[in-house]
């Protein structure tokens, strides 16, 4: 969506208008979002990625129509002001630039993108449900890998969960609650 702001001072360039745009925009939560002003031209406007976000800026910073008496023109009203001058903000008639919607899109999925990790933490913890450990070998039986239990420990409740280098299981049988640690390296 594309907000067309007028009014604005002549002086005023791309990066000027953006920083007194910003705290505007944070109230309302907006992400992302884009300005462009031509210096010296008192015009320019601003487009959001979103719909939503565009209404919400018009709903807050829109300007209003005051309507006046018979004789008197009508005035408008705004509650966005810069460098001291009013700022009026109506919703664009021409469309947004596709080429800049699409470098919004491309922005928040590299937001997207930072704010996910890649890998696990080294301090994360995978846990898993655990009703039994078991103890054996590895070994190849007619050239394929198969595993041979030699040891089992069936338990009620238990939980196994790989914390960094170790894998810690904590169970309870019969004879009460009971940890093993078991360490490892990758």
């Known amino acids: 969506m594309e907000v067309f702001m007028r009014n604005l001072p002549l002086d005023l360039t791309d990066h000027g208008l953006q920083n007194h745009l910003t705290p505007m925009v944070k109230g309302l939560h907006i992400k992302d979002w884009s300005c462009q002003k031509v210096r010296k031209k008192p015009f320019r406007s ?8 565009g209404q919400r800026f018009l709903q807050r910073y829109g300007q209003e129509v005051i309507p006046s008496g018979m004789f008197c023109k009508s005035q408008d009203k705004t509650l966005m002001m810069i460098l001291g001058k009013p700022v009026y903000c109506t919703l664009s008639k021409k469309p947004p630039d596709p080429f800049l919607l699409k470098c919004l899109v491309k922005s928040a999925q590299d937001r997207r993108k930072t704010k996910e990790p ?3 933490s080294e301090n994360a913890k995978v846990l898993f449900g655990a009703k039994s450990l078991l103890c054996g070998l590895d070994e190849y039986v007619d050239n394929e890998l198969s595993y041979s239990p030699q040891i089992e ?11 960094k280098k170790a894998l810690v299981v904590d169970y309870e049988d019969k004879h009460g609650r009971k940890r093993v640690e078991i360490p490892f390296c990758i």
């Not at 420990?153 to 914390?163: E, N, R, S, Y």
């Open 118 to 120: 890649l890998l696990p």
């Open 46 to 53: 601003v487009t959001f990625l979103l719909l939503e976000d």
């Open 153 to 163: 420990w069936l338990f009620v409740t238990g939980t196994a969960k790989f914390v």
